[in-house]
């Protein structure tokens, strides 16, 4: 069952207690044993897994080779027939007839095995669903204690300012005005940028000959000196 | 990134909007962050194994006019879906605006998101302002 429902009583019933205490601890430390439960099993049934591969493996290898074995007494079945050998062909017969036996009694047993390896598979996904499942509960738990620490820690903050009358509205003014401030600011830092980007033009023009023609170099003013001595 | 490491990078850290951040772990293993673009409201984030919650206190119901709190309640349902990035929740008998993020969230990301909160928070107490004491 989901926690979600423990915590809406327990937070509805004002628990406000930091820690999982907000539900029932009980519910906590059954979701963490069968976390715990459901790992163990899956440790044990990979132990399992493994000796039944090796099995696996084992029965593949001897079918294989009861199967190349039929099919060369096949083989050779039917060249004592073709000889018109019938009673050594009846022979070759009754042991490819044993040889299928067997390899029939192997198939199964590894039918059987595979159904069981299928079953582990099976039950690996469902347990690793539960601890999944069990995990996300256990976060909502911590959300909601990690919640509740948060804000108990900003309360406090309320507490030392006080819960003054208009808190909210004047606090809200303060920010407003930073931020008005700011504006003002970032305008004229735009300001500043058109001007100095102005004066760059009237240098540009300058550059040119066009319009002001700036101050005098000395060389003007050397040409001036020597034109009064003249 | 430990709330640790998080304090570190946003100190030094300018947003997407030109704010900066002031940041803090305290003794209770809490990261206050106080952004410029609102220093009033901070914002205190925390971790579980999974998730990054950041949260602003906004409000008590104390602090609501007597007999608006179910108005407050409305307002903020209605609110909620429509505020980028934060959802309205009430914790104990305090508003709060919170976040949550995977723990895996990269760094730009965390700091958008706690810039964006922080100005959430202003937007959602303007809606609200006139309902409080």
């Known amino acids: 069952m989901s926690v979600l429902r423990d915590l809406f009583t327990a937070l509805r019933g004002g628990a406000s207690e930091v820690g999982e205490a907000v539900i029932d601890a009980n519910a906590v430390r059954i979701l963490e044993q069968e976390i715990r439960d459901a790992e163990t099993a899956i440790g044990k049934a990979k132990q399992s897994l493994t000796r039944m591969k090796g099995t696996e493996i084992r029965l593949k290898r001897e079918i294989g080779v009861l199967d190349a074995d039929i099919s060369d007494y096949e083989q050779k079945a039917m060249a004592a027939l073709n000889n018109g050998e019938e009673k050594l062909a009846t022979e070759v017969a009754e042991r490819i007839a044993e040889l299928e036996s067997d390899r029939n009694d192997k198939g199964s047993e590894q039918a059987s095995l595979d159904a069981e390896i299928n079953k582990i598979h099976a039950m690996i996904k469902a347990r690793e669903r539960t601890i999944q499942k069990n995990k996300r509960e256990l976060d909502k738990v911590r959300t909601v204690r990690e919640l509740q620490r948060a804000t108990e820690s900003v309360s406090t903050n309320f507490a030392a300012t006080g819960s003054s009358e208009h808190r909210v509205a004047k606090a809200l003014e303060r920010v407003k005005a930073k931020q008005q401030n700011w504006q003002d600011r970032m305008q004229a830092g735009e300001w500043m940028a058109e001007k100095e980007g102005g004066d760059d033009l009237d240098a540009k023009l300058r550059d040119k000959g066009i319009g002001d023609s700036g101050s005098p170099a000395a060389s003007d003013v050397l040409a001036r000196l020597k034109a009064k001595s003249a | ?133």
């Open chain 2, 1 to 133: 990134m430990t709330l640790d490491e998080l304090s570190y990078r946003l100190n030094g850290y300018t947003g997407e909007e030109g704010t900066t951040f002031d940041a803090l772990v305290t003794d209770d293993g809490i990261l206050e962050v106080v952004c410029s673009n609102n220093d009033e409201f901070p914002i205190h984030v925390t971790q579980t194994e999974t998730q990054l919650l950041s949260v602003t206190a906004l409000f008590t119901q104390a602090e609501v006019q007597p007999g608006k709190v179910n108005e407050v309640n409305e307002a903020f349902l209605r609110l909620s879906p429509a505020v980028p990035l934060s959802s309205i929740g009430l914790q104990g008998g305090t508003y709060i605006l919170f976040g949550s993020m995977a723990v895996s969230t990269r760094f730009e990301v965390i700091a958008h998101e706690l810039e964006v909160q922080a100005e959430n928070a202003v937007d959602v107490l303007e809606v609200v302002e006139h309902l409080l004491a």
